[in-house]
């Protein structure tokens, strides 16, 4: 009876062990790393560069172009509206000032689903504004977020 309750423990142990282990290869796989800009195609670049302008500019001229289905996904369009901009817009003016210009810093390559992320430093006139506007284009050249943050120097997907 002894060597049956050890027996029968073991194989509860053995059949326990977890099947949902991640590889290494896996995790490098699901990994974002950074990319160099001069890897990305200048038409992505400045695709990204005139939709992430168009959403800060709208705090200074108080007009929207909305986005169109080539330009962003569904979810993206949904969120995006004049409205939810100008309360947003409203804030950051009170805050930061006009919106001047944002400038490329670095660009991240999502492994798992090939989206990359763009950081963009944004300028305002005043200059205790520290703000990054962070867009993410999918694989097909869609923006699939967009994100305005503190600056913060490391990058983190939070």
Avoid: H
Wanted: charged letters at 25%; proline letters at 1%.
């Amino acid at each position: 009876m002894r060597n049956f309750i050890i027996v029968l423990s073991i194989l509860i142990l053995t059949g326990c062990k977890s099947k949902n282990a991640i590889t290494a290869a896996e995790a490098e796989a699901n990994k974002t790393v950074k990319i160099n800009t001069s890897e990305i195609s200048e038409s992505q670049k400045s695709k990204a560069y005139e939709l992430g302008t168009r959403v800060l500019m709208t705090c200074n001229t108080s007009k929207f172009k909305p986005f169109t289905t080539s330009e962003a996904t569904a979810s993206v369009i949904k969120n995006t509206t004049e409205e939810r901009l100008t309360k947003t817009c409203t804030r950051f003016r009170q805050y930061y000032g006009s919106f001047i210009d944002l400038e490329l810093i670095e660009a991240y390559k999502n492994n798992f689903d090939q989206s990359i992320v763009f950081r963009y430093k944004a300028s305002y006139t005043k200059k205790v504004a520290n703000k990054e506007l962070r867009l993410i284009m999918n694989s097909e050249n869609k923006v699939s977020s967009i994100k305005s943050m503190d600056w913060v120097d490391g990058f983190s997907l939070n």
